[in-house]
């Protein structure tokens, strides 16, 4: 039988996550995640989803490599090691990408240099991800490990999207454009959407809502990418739970010249201590909403300025593409918070957008339309799964190798 198992592998800087994907149904024999590796508590939770067991326990992981082999001393536990000729390949969640890769690539040395060249874009996620690639490959060298980023998909954006307005000169010196980011989740839902719809991703053209803690738009012309609201950092766009997104670049001269603040205090404000936290204190949907009903007043603001970013965005996209045919909400807030969603799209009947309070109010894993029967536009909750997209990216390009 040939191998049909991915391993998906998300290597943060001081965590590991990982899902085993069997690639016949999309099922998932198991997963887990190591936390607070480096310390001296760092703690590992292992599901084997077949005998529906979670096992858990916490002690000093000195680093990655650590890391990873106590989670293939758990897969193997459950006679899923990383040895086992069921495993066909090994996929990696990484971050930056740059101009250089719109596609998920299998990994060799020329890859590892050039996603380390690109460590000054994306200096906290880089190098974290280069790590998992490195101690991945030193257990397995002999399998195929494939790098899936998360700015491919934005890849097609045109210039007169991807550029700001800066000195062109200056701008490519510094590799300074608009990359974007949560691009697997984008591929996955805008294709969803088009599945869910009945039609071809070729003939869809959808704005994705991806609203986590971390959130942006994209706009998705037939398939392709055409703008989203990240841009250089994942700080740019929408209002997020502890980011600022959008807002005038002065303010940072403003915070330096008359805050006198320094850059690092600067960049911690703005990445950690703004957004719907900065605004209210707290950066969950849910305690906001609790909030709103009890009558205060900074999470009703907070919650408006959200909302209010997040319509614009839709205006502006809508405009970026001429013709909608979908909106889909996915993600943490976007799957869960229905007031989110109908506050959204409040308004916006002109547009042909024309949302059903009752789909709305249902909860449910699947993906589904919110959308009135009348609406012109979908309306759309789709839920992500950026492991399973970056398994099916990873097995389309290597799962034939070890057929
Ligand atoms: P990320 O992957 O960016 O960490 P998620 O996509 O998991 O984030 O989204 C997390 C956010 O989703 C939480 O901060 C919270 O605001 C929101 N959220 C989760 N569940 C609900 C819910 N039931 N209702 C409203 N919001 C929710």
């Not at 899936?148 to 510094?174: G, K």
């Amino acid at each position: 039988m040939s191998a049909t198992r991915v391993l998906v592998l998300n290597s943060g800087s001081s965590s590991l996550k990982y899902q085993l994907l069997d690639m016949r149904d999309s099922s998932r024999p198991a997963m887990g995640l190591v936390e607070r590796i480096g310390e001296q508590s760092s703690r590992l939770k292992h599901t084997h989803v077949k005998g529906d067991a979670t096992r858990e326990w916490t002690g000093p992981i000195a680093d990655h490599d650590a890391a990873l082999k106590a989670v293939a001393e758990e897969l193997a536990k459950d006679g899923l090691g990383l040895d086992s000729p069921d495993l066909a390949a090994i996929g990696h969640r990484v971050v930056h990408g740059g101009q250089t890769f719109t596609e998920p690539t299998v990994i060799d040395e020329a890859v590892l240099a050039e996603i380390e060249r690109l460590i000054p874009l994306a200096p906290l996620h880089n190098p974290a991800n280069l790590t998992g690639i490195r101690t991945a490959r030193a257990l397995r060298p002999d399998l195929p490990q494939v790098a899936v980023f998360d700015t491919a998909f934005h890849t097609t954006m045109p210039e007169s999207a991807a550029r700001y307005a800066i000195d062109v000169e200056t701008a490519d010196a510094h590799r300074i454009r608009r990359y974007g980011f949560h691009g697997t989740s984008h591929a996955y839902v805008s294709r969803a959407t088009a599945e869910l719809l009945g039609r071809a991703p070729q003939d869809v053209n959808v704005i994705v809502l991806h609203l986590g803690n971390g959130a942006s738009a994209s706009a998705v012309l037939g398939g392709r990418c055409v703008d989203t609201s990240m841009g250089l950092t994942p700080l740019e766009g929408l209002v997020m739970g502890t980011r600022s997104g959008d807002m005038d670049p002065a303010v940072i001269f403003h915070l330096m010249r008359v805050g006198g603040m320094s850059t690092d205090e600067i960049d911690t404000l703005l990445n950690k201590k703004s957004g719907l936290t900065g605004l209210c204190g707290d950066n969950d949907m849910r305690e906001i909403r609790r909030r709103i009903d009890e009558g205060d007043a900074r999470a009703r603001l907070a919650f408006d300025i959200y909302i209010h970013r997040l319509k614009k965005y839709i205006g502006a996209y809508y405009a970026v593409l001429g013709r909608v045919d979908a909106i889909a909400f996915t993600a943490g807030v976007g799957e869960n918070a229905a007031e989110v969603r109908a506050a959204a799209v409040a308004g916006l009947e002109q547009l042909g957008l024309s949302l059903d309070p009752e789909l709305n109010a249902v909860r449910a894993g699947e993906p589904r339309l919110v959308s009135s029967a009348n609406s012109r536009v979908a309306i759309a909750v789709v839920p992500t799964d950026e492991e399973l997209e970056i398994a099916t990216q990873t097995y389309a390009l290597v799962g034939h190798e070890s057929d």
